[in-house]
């Protein structure tokens, strides 16, 4: 009885080991980012790591560069170029009814320098912003999780930094053209002056702002003063007569203002060695010197998301941008969180090393239980035995088992 509840006893724990599985914590203390990926790799997502810092703010794990249109870092865009065209500093001046590229040659690359100049102050401002914000989290994330969320954070300052930018062009625009400022190229409106003379033989002088017009493909007029988009053609009109527009450079088209002439050409012109020997050509005709080396071609084999042909607006609608540059580093993020330790719970299957010395522990745990109840569940037995052999009639063979049973209770209890 004894082997053989030993031997039971043995094979359920066997069993019992052989389909359940053993809780294992495994723990390290001060881990390095090498400590900590390889728990990763063997446990996956299972691994937890405290940080000690656990706001850490962006501009410690991200960098962020703009590469601009090449046109906001060319030539065309330095004073010593625009100052040169300037009309003040040369003395020319368009006729009053004839409009050419000269007279606001210079206020046109001024206005896209502004452009540039612009789209970057309102980029290094939401950049700063944007740094000074903090990533706050008290477990140290996964890589993948890290770069998901600042890929995240990161498209979000990107669009939320365009319409930040695009609202206020917008709203200026808007109120340059409902204050109807008057432009000096005559585009939009012009001023016009009446001399009355008085009995007293003085001078009376009224002011008259009259709107100018052109006609556009659907041959209807088109008034600047109500449509700030309104392309000119080769002739504007007001109620008395008209003015003649020069033919511009390729890829320039004139506005109602120089910001709307900017917007609405391109910089196609800028590309091309032959358009621009025509404009110095045509700028030299007003005995303007204009030098070789100020007229550096913009480059076509640069590579570029814009056509040389995409219009300003297009370009400007993107904050001069050829392309955003997020550099993120999980290892300066595994830095400034510092976890104290990682640790990582999981389930395995007990191993024969360990079954053994289980099953070592437990022979001497039921040896011991085994000799306690063996000799009672022996003397249940015959309890039982005796009480069935009663009930025969011959009184002999129940004296034998009382012998019998006091034999085997001293061969268990020696």
């Known amino acids: 009885l004894y082997l053989f509840s030993l031997f039971i006893s043995i094979n359920i724990y066997i069993l019992y080991a052989d389909f359940s599985n053993q809780t294992v914590t495994e723990k390290i203390l001060n881990p390095f980012q090498y ?45 010593s170029w625009y100052d040169l065209l300037s009309i003040s500093n040369t003395g020319y001046y368009s006729s ?19 452009f540039c100049s612009l789209a970057n ?13 903090n990533l706050i989290n008290s477990q140290l994330l996964t890589s993948n ?25 917008n709203l200026t625009n808007v109120l340059l053209h409902s204050n109807q400022y008057l432009s000096r190229t005559i585009t939009n409106t012009r001023l016009k002056s009446i001399f009355q003379n008085m009995s007293t033989g003085l001078y009376s002088v009224k002011m008259l702002i009259l709107a100018l017009y052109t006609i556009n493909t ?3 007029k088109c008034y600047c003063v109500i449509d700030s988009t309104c392309h000119l053609n080769r002739t504007i009109y007001d109620e008395d007569q008209l003015y003649s527009i020069d033919t511009p450079p390729e890829g320039v088209n004139i506005g109602c203002s120089i910001i709307n002439t900017a917007m609405q050409s391109s910089l196609i012109c800028w590309f091309n060695k032959n358009c621009i020997y025509q404009a110095r050509r045509f700028v030299e005709r007003y005995n303007i010197s204009v030098y070789e080396n100020s007229t550096i071609l913009l480059d076509r084999n640069l590579s570029s998301r814009y056509h040389p ?6 370009i400007f609608n993107e904050m001069m941008i050829e392309e955003w540059n997020f550099s993120r580093s999980f290892a300066s993020y595994f830095l400034k969180c510092k976890p104290s330790f990682c640790s990582v719970t999981y389930h395995k299957k007990a191993n024969i090393i360990y079954i053994i010395t289980v099953i070592i522990g437990l022979i001497g745990g039921i040896n011991v239980i085994l000799n306690l109840i063996s000799p009672l569940i022996i003397k249940i037995i015959f309890k039982i035995i005796n009480k069935l052999r009663r009930q025969r009639p011959s009184q002999s063979l129940t004296e034998e088992p009382d012998d019998n049973h ?5 061969l268990f209890s020696s």
């Open 35 to 79: 400590d900590y990926e390889n728990l990763v790799k063997r446990h996956s997502s299972r691994v937890t790591c405290p940080c000690t810092e656990i706001s850490i703010p962006y501009k410690d794990i991200i960098n962020i560069t703009v590469d601009y249109h090449q046109i906001c870092t060319s030539h065309f865009i330095q004073s």
């Open 218 to 220: 659907s041959n209807d």
């Open 121 to 133: 102050e309102t980029i290094n401002d939401a950049k700063e912003r944007f740094l000074s914000r």
């Open 96 to 114: 009053y009814t004839y409009i050419d590229f000269l007279s606001i040659m210079a206020s046109y690359f001024r206005i896209v320098e502004t």
């Open 145 to 169: 999780l890290f770069y998901s969320q600042i890929n995240s954070s990161t498209d979000t300052f990107k669009q939320s930094t365009k319409t930040e930018f695009l609202d206020r062009t």
């Open 406 to 410: 006091r034999k085997f209770l001293h």
């Open 309 to 314: 042909n995409t219009t300003i607006e297009t």
